[in-house]
């Protein structure tokens, strides 16, 4: 016979069970409660979707003067200083140039990856077996003339026969010996051929007969000083038929193939430096400026030499969309002109000393 169970302890029991089972879902929403991340806001969740992905570093790319700072070089100078390399993904370094610094060898060694050189002087060292390229020519017209005093009676070039004859050596000198050449003038043998410096002091101190000059640099330091154009005579390649291509930007053939995005970049950007350069030139002279070596030079004679180089990069007739391009004719009279001078031993192979696909990405 079931033992029965008294009523008072089974309800007791009963309370308790019940007790127990309400403690537990509570203790269970609790948990629930406290582990689940409240709903995102709208506001956070607009403010994750749109921030900017990290942006990628930017590329280093050096670029070689051919000179010490100064206006000739105002569209990369403008370039730097307005963004325009950055805006490409460019960390650019401007190193300068001088006298000594053999532009082609700087590059071809790594130690630029672009430079800026006389069209000529590529060719020249192309012939010597460089592997380089000209990504854009920056200069449409000769800058050089050859400067004597009256007084020392030399009017025409027959009578530099045996004189002292100054020029930028490196990579500068080439149109100084093909107008020697052109009037029938060794080089070697005809005349003294002299390295001449940052200044016109050796012109000035009569170390020089001759000396080269630039009609946006040398030719108004002279002026400056003092001298009267009526004092001097004047040579102008041009009117001698030796005028040749200057200032072209060149890199080697294997760095443009493995960076061929980068050196498009780098073009477009100059390019952008040099129409800024152009139509605000007293704003880019302070530019310059800050990277002149202290007490060489004036505002003044930046201003005027940025004046000049303006119409050698944007002669009357051209466009903005053609400043940097390669006038066929220009081209092919320079290579023309090399070889027959002998600075050159064989014809020029013009397709492969100009990387057309550059300027044409540039454009784009």
Request: glycine share 6%; proline share 4%.
């Amino acid at each position: 016979m079931k033992k029965r169970i008294p009523a008072v302890r089974f309800t007791l029991v009963l309370i308790l069970s019940f007790i127990l089972v309400i403690a537990t879902a509570c203790a269970s929403e609790k948990i629930a409660t406290t582990s689940t991340p409240a709903p995102a806001t709208p506001a956070a969740s607009m403010a994750e979707a749109t921030k900017a992905p990290p942006s990628e570093p930017l590329k280093k790319v050096k670029i070689q003067l051919k000179w010490v700072p100064q206006a000739q070089f105002a569209g990369i100078f403008a370039a730097k200083e307005k963004g325009f390399y950055k805006e490409e993904g460019i960390d650019v370094e401007i190193v300068p140039g001088g006298p000594d610094v053999i532009i082609e060898q700087q590059v071809v060694n790594g130690a630029a990856d672009i430079g800026v050189s006389s069209f000529d002087s590529l060719l020249v060292n192309r012939d010597n077996g460089l592997p380089l390229v000209s990504l854009a020519q920056v200069t449409q017209k000769s800058s050089y003339r050859l400067l004597s005093k009256k007084a020392a009676g030399i009017d025409a070039p027959a009578k530099m026969k045996g004189k002292k004859v100054g020029t930028w050596m490196g990579s500068q000198q080439f149109q100084v010996l093909a107008f020697m050449e052109k009037n029938g003038l060794d080089p070697k043998k005809d005349i003294q051929l002299v390295k001449q410096g940052f200044t016109m002091d050796q012109f000035f101190n009569d170390q020089l007969d001759v000396a080269t000059a630039t009609i946006y640099n040398e030719y108004y330091v002279v002026l400056e000083s003092g001298v009267k154009e009526t004092d001097l005579n004047v040579f102008n390649f041009d009117d001698a038929g030796v005028a040749m291509l200057e200032d072209t930007l060149i890199a080697k053939k294997d760095w443009v193939d493995k960076n061929h995005d980068l050196a498009i970049k780098a073009v477009r950007a100059t390019l952008k430096g040099w129409k800024y350069a152009i139509e605000h030139q007293d704003e880019v002279v302070d530019m310059v400026m800050k990277s002149v070596t202290a007490g060489s030079t004036t505002k003044q004679h930046q201003t005027t030499m940025l004046k000049e180089m303006a119409k050698l990069v944007k002669p009357e007739g051209f466009k903005d969309e053609q400043i940097g391009s390669f006038v066929d004719e220009s081209v092919k009279r320079t290579a023309d002109i090399a070889l027959q001078y002998g600075l050159i031993k064989k014809p020029a192979d013009l397709s492969a000393a100009i990387d057309k696909s550059i300027l044409e990405g540039a454009a784009k």
